[in-house]
């Protein structure tokens, strides 16, 4: 499963990078503006400087939402970067732009996806991943894992090629709850991907090996 980092904190990037675990980076724009990200031009430079630190896709959102407009600003997004998925969201004019894109060659994120009828949808339409929003569903009491879980059976059905990037995954749970049904991707903060790695037993093991260690060696 490829792990996706879903912020715009450069910072965090750099670290999930250097953790050696990273596969890509997802935005949107409220993450740009939790960064202080505003003005075209500032959003551009700020997705440059993403792509200079990732080996992998960059999600970068429109925020128009009329078919014309979208193909316009997705176009100029994909042209930064071969690095970067214009993402788009699950409305009418966001169906018919991700085909657009699909038959130019660029990929596409489809997000804002809450049922498995749109993540259909994404998948007739071309999407290159599809992102249903798990952490989002909880908050409302619905089984977020669930739906993956049905997007996978369908998708494998029909061998539909779209990713399914689980998306606002908030724990590792969500993490290995996506992994065993079988997401391709994952994408979530920084603060989940380094929860994997804690076990009070590993920590409590390795201070006993280096006292031991120490101690045979008469430190
Ligand atoms: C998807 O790509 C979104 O950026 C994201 O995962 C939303 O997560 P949130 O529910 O934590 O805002």
Not at 140 to 156: K, N, V
Not at 165 to 176: E, G, N, P
Not at 202 to 218: I, R
Request: net charge negative.
């Amino acid at each position: 499963m490829k792990f996706f980092i879903d912020t715009a904190n450069l910072e965090q990037i750099k670290e999930a990078q250097d953790l050696g675990v990273l596969d890509g980076v997802t935005t949107n724009p409220s993450l740009m503006a939790k960064e202080g990200i505003s003005g075209d031009e500032n959003v551009i430079n700020h997705y440059k400087a993403i792509c200079a630190i990732v080996d992998g896709d960059v999600s970068a959102e429109v925020i128009s939402t009329t078919y014309e407009e979208m193909i316009k600003e997705g176009e100029a997004l994909a042209a930064l970067d071969s690095k970067i998925v214009v993402k788009v969201p699950m409305i009418k004019d966001g169906v018919k732009a991700i085909k657009y894109f699909s038959k130019k060659g660029i990929k596409t994120n489809c997000t804002l996806v809450f049922t498995a009828g749109q993540a259909l949808l994404a998948a007739k339409a071309g999407a290159t991943y599809v992102s249903p929003f798990i952490g989002r569903l909880d908050d409302i009491s619905t089984d977020g894992l669930a739906l993956i879980e049905d997007i996978r059976l369908i998708y494998d059905n029909y061998q539909y090629p779209t990713q399914i990037l689980a998306a606002s995954v908030r724990h590792s749970a969500h993490i290995l709850g996506c992994a065993k049904i079988g997401a391709d991707v994952m994408t979530g903060p920084l603060s989940a991907m380094l929860a994997l790695l804690k076990h009070p037993l590993t920590d409590s093991g390795l201070a006993t090996f280096l006292a031991d260690h120490a101690k045979a060696a008469g430190k």
